[in-house]
């Protein structure tokens, strides 16, 4: 593998906030630990996750929130893929 | 059964005969199984689903005396009541009591039509005696065979989506079978028009009104009785199943001995013929009721309600059948 | 590569397989924390991914939590009775051999009430998939211990601690025939999406385990704390061993903090699916 030519993905996350139920899988099992808790609630009092502060090109759109959210409340997209669609 | 396009599967309990039918149902079937007494009983759960997600299929109880294991492979009548009444809940059901080979043929066949029609389950309630009868029964053919489809969509998966019980002015929705399309969700939680629960009081008295009423106000086209000498009868014998095929014997006796009697055989146990009960009634010429049943008075139950007239009765709660001369011999009392 | 200095979290409406989920009935009833969800999320997107016509697939649910699964599915879907999930999809896989049907419900439905038509199911090598949420308890009704709950382990009904011995999942399926055995846990995402794909690929009676928290009854009573605790104890002794281990080994103990936790693709093997052979 020629390690220079290697791309890391960059991702953007998306969250659907009113689902969430603030159960922290997405937080906790981030592998490059991208989000927080957000200082604000959604409707039913959960807070929900955002990029942490200085986080912002962290993730790598591997999806893993994604797949582990029960809610269906948070996805992630490629940035570079969103360019060039 | 693969010879005639069908398929056969011993299930392990009648729980599971019951909710595979009901689960071959949904995916298009017309279905069935049979059982007897307490089989019947296990059925009672799954019959409330077939109920409440309106799956048509049908069920052929044989019965015997009972309770529990009772007397098996020896008669009785029943099950009568739990036919009607047995899963927890209100709801519509249609039994069919045949009294003869011949009818366990052709009111199997108009079970199966009935159960598509007004989507519910429907019992072919036989009898031991009945289940156990050999005689010449004539099978059309296949073409002949009365065939009445169940009610689809009408319109494409793809225009809207589609409402699994919304019903139409017979009180019966159409139905979209599991893989055409049409994303279908059933349910025995109480449900709305879509199929989605819906947990509050309103949406439940909407929708089990319905489910009773679809059977309630269609009964007059469902209903099906035999009757004999019912336009002059002072005393009128109430029988059905093998029952019925004494009663039949004894009121000819009696009408040979010059009494004025005959005969009502329910076909329909439910819904019960009781419009022409009131009928009767109301012409005033009947006198009394004669009520033979090999149960302690189910049907009696039935009659009671609708008369103050005397109810000579003739019980055993199984294991063997009225004989004629003891029918006969209420008649001339 | 383009850089971006500052890529903040965006709203959105709608998720990108809400397409495969009655999405009109999130979000769900289901608690937070609770593991049932992300099973529903694995299987829409093993749906997608199976590339077979969302027509031909078809979701059976019992009753309890895991039983309301069927409810989220946007494909034809049945919630029927208590434990009579298998026998109800047995009669649309026997009539409508073409359709993939999939059973998704909990341990207490598929192998208490149901226990029954598990094993016959498997017997009979019916074209089913199943997939058993076990979450350890009965935690609709409130946290009653049942046949999945570890020794020792509390529910309202067994206030100081199971005595019974649990079934082990995968070794009553194995044993009762099924030709696909598997254990995940909903931290085991994409493992459990090749699962169920792999299920919903192989003809005959496929079944996969899915370890799942319950914090409001199973976690409260025997003091897991949040969902993400009981998550986390899976990540820290999950040993992963796929092919065919010794099933009998395969028990589970939440207490016992030096226990493993064996997950993986036990069993994959071939043998006559029910209805192949004619009947």
């Known amino acids: 593998m020629d390690v220079s030519r290697a791309q890391v993905p960059l991702g953007r996350v998306h969250v659907i906030v009113e689902r969430c139920k603030q159960c922290n899988f997405c937080i906790d099992y981030c592998p490059t630990s991208v989000l927080e808790y957000s200082p604000d609630t959604n409707a039913k009092g959960y807070h929900f996750p955002v990029v942490s502060q200085g986080k912002e090109t962290a993730c790598v759109n591997c999806r893993f929130c994604d797949l582990i959210c029960p809610e269906l409340a948070i996805y992630t997209t490629e940035v570079e893929a969103e360019q060039t669609a | 059964m693969p010879e005639v396009g069908a398929r056969f599967v011993q299930m392990e309990d009648e729980l599971a005969s019951m909710a595979a039918i009901i689960g071959a149902s949904a995916a298009g079937a017309r279905s069935f199984t049979a059982t007897s007494g307490p089989g019947f009983t296990l059925m009672m759960e799954n019959v409330g689903l077939a109920a409440m997600m309106e799956l048509p299929c049908v069920v052929a109880n044989v019965q015997r005396a009972s309770p529990s294991t009772g007397l098996p492979t020896m008669v009785g009548q029943s099950d009568m009541l739990q036919a009607r009444w047995g899963s927890h809940g209100d709801y519509g059901i249609i039994a069919y009591s045949p009294s003869s080979p011949q009818e366990c043929f052709d009111l199997t066949v108009r079970a199966f039509n009935a159960a598509d029609q007004y989507r519910v389950p429907v019992f072919v309630l036989m009898d031991e005696v009945v289940g156990h009868m050999t005689e010449r029964v004539v099978i059309p053919d296949a073409d002949a065979i009365p065939f009445r489809p169940r009610k689809g969509p009408r319109h494409a998966p793809s225009e809207r989506p589609f409402l699994s019980y919304a019903a139409d002015a017979d009180l019966v929705p159409p139905i979209a079978h599991a893989g055409e399309g049409y994303k279908v969700h059933m349910t025995g939680l109480t449900h709305d028009e879509r199929g989605y629960p819906a947990m509050n009081a309103d949406a439940h008295e909407v929708l089990v009104n319905r489910l009773v009423d679809k059977i309630r106000l269609n009964a007059d086209d469902i209903e099906l009785h035999e009757e004999l000498f019912l336009d002059d009868a002072e005393t009128v014998v109430v029988a059905f199943g093998c029952t019925a095929r004494s009663a039949k014997h004894a009121v000819d006796e009696a009408r040979d001995e010059g009494l004025s009697c005959g005969m009502l055989r329910p076909i329909t146990i439910w819904p019960f013929p009781e419009r022409r009960i009131r009928e009767l009634i109301e012409a005033g010429k009947v006198k009394r009721f004669v009520v033979p049943e090999i149960n302690l008075g189910q049907m009696r139950r039935e009659i009671e309600r609708l008369t103050s007239l005397p109810i000579l009765r003739l019980n055993n709660p199984g294991g063997q059948m009225p004989r004629p001369d003891a029918i006969l011999e209420l008649i001339r009392s | ?279």
Request: aromatic share 6%.
């Open chain 3, 1 to 279: 590569m383009t850089t971006h200095e500052h890529i903040r979290e965006t709203t959105a409406n709608i998720h990108p397989i809400d397409k495969l989920l009655r999405a009109d009935r999130l979000p769900h009833i289901l608690c937070a924390g609770c593991g049932i969800g992300t099973v529903i999320h694995g299987y829409a997107h093993a749906i997608a991914a199976s590339g077979i016509e969302e027509d031909r697939h078809v979701c059976v649910s019992g009753i309890g939590c895991s039983g309301r699964a069927a409810g989220y599915v946007n494909v034809d879907s049945y919630h029927a009775t208590h434990g009579r999930a298998l026998p109800f999809a047995l009669g649309i896989a026997v009539h409508r051999p073409e359709l993939v049907v999939t059973v998704i419900s909990g341990d207490g439905d598929l192998t208490a009430i149901g226990g029954n038509h598990l094993i016959h199911a498997a017997r009979r090598n019916a074209n089913i998939n199943v997939i058993c949420i076990n979450n350890f308890n009965y935690g609709m009704t409130g946290g009653q211990v049942g046949p999945t709950t570890p020794v020792g382990a509390k529910g309202t009904t067994a206030p100081t601690g199971s005595a019974e011995a649990p079934f082990n999942l995968p070794y009553l399926a194995k044993a009762t025939g099924a030709v696909f055995v598997a254990r995940w846990t909903i931290l085991h995402v994409r493992e459990l999406q090749d699962a169920i794909l792999r299920s919903m690929q192989k003809p005959g009676f496929c079944f996969t385990e899915v370890l799942a928290p319950c914090p409001t009854s199973f976690g409260s009573a025997n003091q897991l704390g949040p969902g993400v605790h009981e998550v986390e104890i899976y990540r820290q002794r999950c040993v992963v061993d796929n092919g065919n281990p010794r099933l009998e080994g395969l028990d589970i103990d939440l207490i016992d903090e030096n226990k493993p936790i064996t997950v993986g693709n036990f069993v994959d093997v071939e043998r006559a699916a029910f209805g192949e052979q004619g009947r």
